[in-house]
């Protein structure tokens, strides 16, 4: 089956933690990305990488950060410094092509901070 | 002025009628657009995309994009109750390197 997983699906983090979200794909997408979606809101962007060992800061980065050494992989940390977490958050990847660019989602991840 | 306007509804429309949903942008520059739909607690999932002027259909969906005016709209023919859901508006602008601007959305429900 060819698409992107997200795991876990529900996630609980204590005060102070760091927690890390998985993002995988197997579209051979060049591009992917992370958003954030609190409830009644639209989809704000967090990272985005374009290629491999590159990533951009979108939005809202303050608090996360990324990896992408991996074509196929995009994880999410949340840290500690991130000070109202609890969100949906949900991994996109697209084939990178400029302006006709689409994105596709991944299932998506529920963080609440106890 | 937000960069990706939708109204947030809810819109209501009787079973078999048609849903009109609009979106409004501010970046005339503004080269591609995109139509989400989300059920609630899911992850959004793409009906349709266009970019030229004009309509584009596909199925019951009809998208219609203007330039000039600033608006891209989607319709929904003979509309389902399955069809409830939070329709998510976005669209790369110029320059934006693939980065997809999302309106809040507009969450429609369609009474049986």
Same mark, same amino acid.
């Given at each position: 089956?060819?698409?992107?997983?997200?795991?876990?699906?529900?996630? *609980?983090?204590?005060?102070?933690?760091?927690?890390?979200? +998985?993002?995988?794909?197997?579209?051979?997408?060049? !591009?992917?990305?992370?958003?954030?979606?609190?409830?009644?809101?639209?989809?704000?962007?967090?990272?985005?990488?374009?290629?491999?060992?590159? *990533?951009?800061?979108?939005?809202?980065?303050?608090?996360? +950060?990324? +990896?992408?050494?991996?074509?196929?992989? *995009?994880?999410?940390?949340? =840290?500690? !410094?991130?000070?109202?977490?609890? !969100?949906?958050?949900?991994? !996109? +990847?697209?084939?990178?092509?400029?302006? =006709?660019?689409?994105?596709?989602?991944?299932?998506? =991840?529920?963080?609440?901070?106890? | 002025?937000?960069?990706?306007?939708?109204?947030?509804?809810?819109?209501?429309?009787?079973?078999?009628?048609?849903?009109?949903? #609009? @979106?409004?942008?501010? &970046?005339?520059?503004?080269?591609?657009?995109?139509?989400?739909?989300?059920?609630?607690?899911?992850?959004?999932?793409?009906?349709?995309?266009?970019?030229?002027?004009?309509?584009?259909?596909?199925?019951?969906?009809?998208?219609?994009?203007?330039?000039?005016?600033?608006?891209?709209?989607?319709?929904?023919? &003979?509309?389902?109750?399955? &069809?409830?859901?939070?329709?998510? @508006?976005?669209?790369?602008?110029? #320059?934006?390197?693939?980065?997809?601007?999302?309106?809040?959305?507009?969450?429609?429900?369609?009474?049986?």
């Amino acid at each position: 089956d060819g698409g992107i997983t997200q795991s876990p699906k529900y996630l *609980f983090r204590k005060e102070g933690q760091n927690v890390t979200l +998985s993002c995988e794909q197997n579209l051979n997408h060049d !591009a992917m990305y992370w958003y954030r979606q609190d409830p009644g809101q639209g989809l704000r962007l967090i990272y985005y990488s374009q290629i491999v060992n590159d *990533f951009q800061k979108g939005d809202i980065a303050e608090g996360y +950060s990324v +990896s992408r050494e991996k074509k196929e992989s *995009f994880p999410l940390t949340v =840290t500690s !410094a991130q000070k109202n977490p609890t !969100a949906f958050y949900l991994c !996109a +990847s697209s084939p990178g092509r400029g302006r =006709t660019d689409t994105q596709y989602f991944g299932p998506g =991840t529920r963080l609440t901070v106890l | 002025q937000k960069e990706v306007e939708q109204n947030s509804g809810p819109l209501s429309v009787p079973e078999g009628a048609i849903a009109s949903l #609009n @979106c409004t942008y501010s &970046d005339r520059g503004s080269q591609s657009f995109f139509w989400y739909r989300q059920y609630s607690g899911k992850s959004p999932e793409l009906i349709m995309f266009i970019y030229s002027n004009g309509d584009k259909e596909d199925g019951r969906f009809t998208a219609q994009l203007n330039k000039a005016s600033q608006y891209v709209s989607l319709l929904i023919r &003979d509309s389902q109750p399955s &069809d409830s859901a939070t329709y998510l @508006c976005a669209v790369i602008g110029y #320059n934006q390197g693939g980065k997809l601007i999302f309106g809040q959305g507009t969450e429609l429900s369609v009474k049986p």
